[in-house]
């Protein structure tokens, strides 16, 4: 029997434990980006955030869980990936980051090396970011380290301690800079391999009352992205492999320049091929559409396309650049847009699916 490909898209959402919190559906490009739901998972609280290991099959998702002390504190679920069904069956849990007394510690975001032998957390409320080893099976380790911020930016709601985001490993793996929402900085880390500790490598300081959350490199490796979400701006950067130093380009808005309402941005990605940058706007709830410069990191805008639901927190371009996938936390869906290759533009499919408050959607391939 011939291998082929089939694509399956994980959420995470808001949930309590006793709900299905994790969905994995499958993604059909030949039929036009259609949804079919395969699998749920319960027992875990706020899954908000997951990682995909295709190589490995495995799934990472980040829960909340009662400290017994009146606070809360993060912990994350390693998952196998069943690839002809879609089902996760669960391998191991690992607290990350305890919290004391009535502290919380609970985390927003996940990623992981591509060696496979780190996942790396953010604590947006507790202000620091956890490093986790993983072991040869892909099952979650120990806490190894953690990276404290500390300080205030402008914002006295939104920016009155740190607030860190997003972590996003370098195209090498060498760097991972971590968008401070809270400081208005990206600040920069390596890891020591061989002890399991964090290196403080440097920071990028952004303009004042920014905001900065999530984070991409070009496919090239030599620019990067920024969305803003206090104030809803994206901000481009050209990169330097060899040092990891981020230089400033240019900052836009992520709205029109009549837009009247509250606004914060969410995600932010780019094409696969690089072409072209898109974010995501919750208030006028729309994704932005920016040509891009890879040269000099320059965005033109293009367009903007509403997202069909309220608060779009999250969304993904899938692996063959075809479509991109939005996440509506408020309308209780995922929305299927086609991408046109060719001018970036986005175009309704049609194809929706129901999920509960839905975070975080992303795309995996795997050869049966």
């Given at each position: 029997m011939n291998k082929h490909a089939k694509m399956l898209l994980f959420t995470g959402s808001y949930s309590d434990k006793a709900?299905?919190?994790?969905?994995?559906?499958?993604?059909?490009?030949?039929?036009?980006?259609?949804?079919?739901?395969?699998?749920?998972?319960?027992?875990?609280?706020?899954?908000?955030?997951?990682?995909?290991?295709?190589?490995?099959?495995?799934?990472?998702?980040?829960?909340?869980?009662?400290?017994?002390?009146?606070?809360?504190?993060?912990?994350?679920?390693?998952?196998?990936?069943?690839?002809?069904?879609?089902e996760l069956s669960e391998l191991n849990r690992t607290a990350t980051m305890p919290a004391g007394g009535k502290g919380q510690t609970t985390t927003c975001h996940i990623s992981r090396d591509a060696e496979?032998?780190?996942?790396?957390?953010?604590?947006?409320?507790?202000?620091?970011?956890?490093?986790?080893?993983?072991?040869e099976d892909g099952k979650t380790g120990r806490l190894c380290d953690v990276a404290v911020h500390t300080g205030h930016g402008t914002d006295p709601v939104r920016q009155d301690r740190p607030h860190p985001h997003s972590a996003i490993f370098s195209p090498d793996g060498r760097f991972i800079f971590v968008p401070d929402l809270g400081l208005d900085v990206i600040r920069s880390y390596s890891i020591d391999r061989l002890n399991g500790k964090w290196v403080y490598q440097g920071e990028t300081v952004l303009h004042s009352g920014a905001g900065p959350r999530h984070f991409t490199f070009h496919p090239d490796g030599r620019s990067a992205y920024v969305i803003n979400e206090v104030d809803s701006t994206i901000t481009s950067f050209t990169y330097d492999p060899e040092t990891g130093l981020l230089n400033t380009i240019m900052t836009v808005s992520t709205l029109p320049e009549d837009f009247i309402g509250d606004n914060?941005?969410?995600?932010?990605?780019?094409?696969?091929?690089?072409?072209?940058?898109y974010g995501s706007n919750r208030g006028m709830d729309s994704i932005v559409v920016y040509a891009v410069d890879p040269a000099t990191a320059k965005l033109t805008f293009i367009e903007h396309v509403s997202t069909r639901g309220g608060h779009p927190r999250h969304f993904t371009v899938t692996p063959d650049g075809g479509y991109l996938i939005v996440a509506n936390r408020d309308a209780d869906n995922l929305v299927v847009f086609s991408l046109d290759r060719d001018t970036g533009r986005l175009a309704f499919t049609g194809n929706t699916a129901e999920v509960s408050k839905p975070v975080c959607v992303k795309p995996a391939l795997f050869n049966l």
């Open positions: 709900d299905d919190g994790i969905q994995v559906f499958e993604f059909n490009e030949e039929a036009g980006g259609t949804l079919s739901l395969l699998h749920k998972v319960k027992g875990l609280t706020n899954p908000t955030f997951v990682e995909v290991d295709p190589v490995r099959l495995r799934l990472y998702a980040i829960g909340e869980k009662p400290n017994g002390e009146g606070g809360k504190e993060g912990e994350v679920a390693a998952y196998a990936i069943h690839p002809e069904s879609g496979s032998q780190y996942l790396v957390v953010c604590s947006y409320h507790g202000g620091s970011v956890g490093l986790l080893s993983l072991d914060i941005c969410a995600e932010i990605t780019l094409s696969v091929d690089g072409r072209f940058v």
